[in-house]
């Protein structure tokens, strides 16, 4: 069952990536762009078949793809490639600028990718991250309204026999500890509050607002019991707890005085609408969008989970590596198979979620770079044209080159970096 897991989760990103490259490719041959490769994966060739001008393939390492249009970069100031210079950084200008043509044939003078509009070359280097965007929302969607997901529903799961502060908690209370308010009002485990202080309670993050506004108040809780509604009244306290940011979620090691009744909700599988499934998403991106930018302060906390034996940060940045052994991890769980998809798809979904946000980066390599090119070759032609000055011609994205080696190395560190730590030191499912 493990295997199956890192298998499923394999599979599952290959799709991925294929479909980010289906993207570009479809565009391409939209606008006319000759494509000669399509692969997915990197490395040594495994499988390639040769269908019209394109050949299909995958390759042995399946962490990436790309597609290969020709005339990537607009050629140099001799008509193709400029003369060679004892300088490393026009090296790399010029050796990209090769690669870009070495499969040009007679005809292919108006199908290269920098003869197309700047909008059409934005199109096809946006096709692919938008591809995972709209794989990210489809499995989103199925996840939030066809499967459900578990969330804390305003039914007592367990009742705290005592006020003790927040994780300070034991098996016991501690001498001298008042009871808690929903052990006093005679909660249960099992009942449904249906209104707190008159209020009808439709969620328990509802419900849990309304508590903490309430401290050294006595209010009617409507539960229900059994097939029928009891109303108790509890005197609530003022307590210790977690502090909650504005989504609603704890924030580690801090702590707020607010209301307190004393129970531990249940969970339950819900079911969201279209609206509540969107709000979902939306937080989703935000979330990933900060993480995004917050992922060079967590490279120290990366090195020191290497380096000692310190348990790894629930947060810290996890690779592909690290999320195949999740996915393998809950395939070898004695959980049911429904939670097990669950996860699956939740992984791949935030997977391509991931993928969108790190795309969309305007650095080159990057899609986001070719975008930004693009953009700026648009902004400067009217420019030009505005203040009625010469056509500047295409921007020549390759003089950036020396740039993406700069970038493309720091991507590979990192990656290096967190796959070391997926291997000695893994993110484990609680």
């Known amino acids: 069952m493990w295997v199956l897991g890192i298998l499923l989760f394999v599979l599952g990103l290959l799709f991925s990536i294929a479909w980010h490259e289906l993207g570009h490719l479809s565009t391409a041959k939209l606008f006319g762009i000759r494509v000669p490769q399509y692969m997915v994966g990197f490395g040594r060739t495994v499988w390639s078949r040769k269908r019209g001008e394109t050949e299909y393939g995958l390759k042995a ?3 990436g793809g790309y597609i290969r249009m020709i005339g990537m970069f607009p050629p140099g100031a001799d008509g193709r490639i400029t003369q060679r210079s004892t300088s490393p950084w026009r090296s790399m200008i010029e050796d990209a600028r090769e690669a870009s043509y070495e499969e040009i044939k007679p005809g292919d003078e108006d199908r290269m990718f920098y003869t197309r509009k700047p909008w059409k070359r934005v199109i096809v280097m946006f096709a692919g991250p938008f591809m995972n965007l709209i ?5 989103y969607l199925v996840l939030f309204m066809a499967i459900g997901v578990q969330m804390a529903v305003p039914t007592v799961g367990s009742v705290s026999q005592c006020v003790v502060a927040a994780g300070k908690a034991t098996d016991t209370c501690p001498a001298g500890a008042p009871a808690s308010p929903a052990a006093a ?7 449904t509050v249906r209104s707190f202080d008159g209020e009808a309670i439709t969620s328990y993050p509802q419900l849990q607002a309304d508590i903490r506004k309430s401290p050294g108040r006595t209010v009617p809780i409507v539960v229900e019991r059994g097939g029928q509604q009891l109303t108790l009244n509890a005197t609530l306290t003022s307590n210790t707890v977690a502090r909650l940011d504005k989504d609603g979620n704890q924030v580690k090691d801090e702590t707020v005085t607010a209301g307190f009744l004393g129970f531990a909700p249940a969970s339950a599988v819900e079911h969201l609408s ?6 979902q998403m939306s ?20 090195w020191h989970s290497i380096v000692s034996d310190d348990p790894r940060p629930v947060d810290s940045p996890m690779g592909m590596v ?4 999740l996915g393998g991890e809950v395939f070898s769980m004695d959980v049911p198979l429904s939670f097990q998809l669950t996860f699956m798809v939740r992984l791949l979904a935030m997977i391509n979620l991931s993928l969108f946000l790190f795309n969309m980066l305007p650095l080159l390599p990057l899609d986001g770079g070719h975008i930004a090119g693009a953009l700026w070759e648009s902004l400067r032609r009217k420019a030009a044209a505005l203040l009625r000055r010469p056509d500047p011609g295409p921007f020549d994205v390759a003089r950036l080159m020396p ?3 700069v970038v493309a190395a720091v991507f590979i560190c990192f990656t290096a970096l967190v796959g070391v730590a997926d291997v000695v030191n893994p993110i484990r499912l609680n």
């Open 61 to 63: 390492i399946p962490l």
């Open 135 to 139: 794989l990210a929302v489809v499995l």
């Open 185 to 191: 009002a005679g909660l249960r485990a099992g009942d």
């Open 274 to 279: 279209v609206g509540e499934s969107v709000d």
């Open 283 to 302: 937080d989703m991106a935000k979330h990933s969008a900060s993480a995004l930018v917050a992922l060079p302060g967590k490279i120290p906390g990366l």
């Open 322 to 325: 690290g999320a195949a052994r």
């Open 403 to 405: 740039a993406a080696y």
